[in-house]
T-cell receptor, first 114, second 114 residues
């Protein structure tokens, strides 16, 4: 157990629908990162939050949004889902201002859009 | 912008043989470098990291990597492969800043045969 908790582990939904993925960071970590992993694109950085504030944005589609709550858990919202959104979505966390420690990853949410 | 190139999407070795996974990076500033391992249906686990100081870095499970600035490389090695090393390995780079994000390579699948 890495200490980063992601729910649900698996999600199957239809095109056009909206889903919410949840992440609880490791105790003491203030930064949360979301990554998308697919066979063709590899691991793509989506977005980073630090203590409730958006810190960096990567290749995140406009149909996707995220937020980090006061208790530091984060949610990634995916809307108007398309078949191509099927992927593994990872959350990672890190100690604030200490990238030298690396990230701690959760076990991911596998999203299948049918 | 930073980028990582991992040479070879698949590497096959025999049990007991040397493991060499190649990683080259591109960065405009001295980078932080990481190797992560992903076992099937799991999240990414940090193997080792280079930030500053000694250029030969030792990690978990007998792996090590050497930062070579002149070659912009950070290859991962292990003297003797074990069946349990079969997994996907990711090299990653970041700027030396506390709030930087990790940019991952596309990964190398290590196959170990008896």
């Amino acid at each position: 157990d890495s200490g980063v908790t992601q729910t649900p582990k698996h999600l199957i939904t239809a095109t056009g629908q909206r889903v919410t993925l949840r992440c609880s960071p490791r105790s003491g970590d203030l930064s949360v990162y979301w990554y998308q992993q697919s066979l063709d694109q590899g691991l793509q950085f989506l977005i980073q939050y630090y203590n409730g504030e958006e810190r960096a944005k990567g290749n995140i589609l406009e149909r996707f949004s995220a937020q980090q709550f006061p208790d530091l858990h984060s949610e990634l919202n995916l809307s108007s889902l398309e078949l191509g959104d099927s992927a593994l979505y990872f959350c990672a966390s890190s100690v604030a201002g200490a990238l030298s420690y690396g990230y701690t990853f959760g076990s991911g949410t596998r999203l299948t859009v049918v | 912008a930073q980028s990582v190139t991992q040479l070879g999407s698949h590497v096959s070795v025999s049990e007991g043989a040397l493991v060499l996974l190649r990683c080259n990076y591109s960065s405009s500033v001295p980078p932080y470098l990481f190797w992560y391992v992903q076992y099937p249906n799991q999240g990414l686990q940090l193997l080792l990291k280079y930030t500053t100081g000694a250029t030969l870095v030792k990690g978990i499970n007998g792996f090590e990597a050497e930062f070579k600035k002149s070659e912009t490389s950070f290859h991962l090695t292990k003297p003797s492969a074990h069946m349990s090393d079969a997994a996907e390995y990711f090299c990653a780079v970041s700027r030396p800043s506390g709030y930087s994000t990790l940019t991952f390579g596309k990964g190398t699948m290590l196959l170990v045969s008896p």
